[in-house]
């Protein structure tokens, strides 16, 4: 099975950036999908972000739009969330997930294989 580990959450002020991580040592990373998801305590699991397996392709929701980045270097078989202006809403436990196939970036969870087991990010006003 593939293995995503994310790292990078914490607490912080409003205002302020953070930057998660998620890699893995699977070798086929290069060829891969992969999404960022969140859900905060009560609330249904949220899209975040996603990119295709070259970066070429990138989706946000809109609620992040112009302040999130969704990264990636396949080199070093990582992708990013770099957050930035982050705001009490942006709390939330943040996952990484990976699909295996090349093509597209979808929203919806059920089109995503392998989950990594979550950080925390949580921002104080």
């Known amino acids: 099975q593939v293995q995503l580990v994310e790292s990078g959450g914490g607490l912080v002020q409003a205002g302020v950036s953070l930057r998660l991580s998620c890699v893995t040592s699977e070798r086929a990373f290069s060829t891969y999908g992969m999404g960022w998801f969140r859900q905060a305590p009560g609330k249904e699991r949220e899209f975040v972000a996603a990119?295709?397996?070259?970066?070429?392709?990138?989706t946000y929701i809109n609620s992040v739009k112009g302040r999130f980045t969704i990264s990636r270097d396949n080199a070093k078989n990582t992708v990013y969330l770099q957050m930035n202006s982050l705001k009490p809403e942006d709390t939330a436990v943040y996952y990484c997930?990976?699909?295996?196939?090349?093509?597209?970036?979808?929203?919806?969870?059920?089109?995503?294989?392998?989950w990594g087991q979550g950080t925390q990010v949580t921002v104080s006003s």
């Open positions: 990119i295709n397996w070259s970066g070429s392709s990138i």
């Open positions: 997930a990976a699909r295996m196939t090349r093509g597209g970036t979808p929203s919806a969870a059920a089109e995503y294989d392998y």
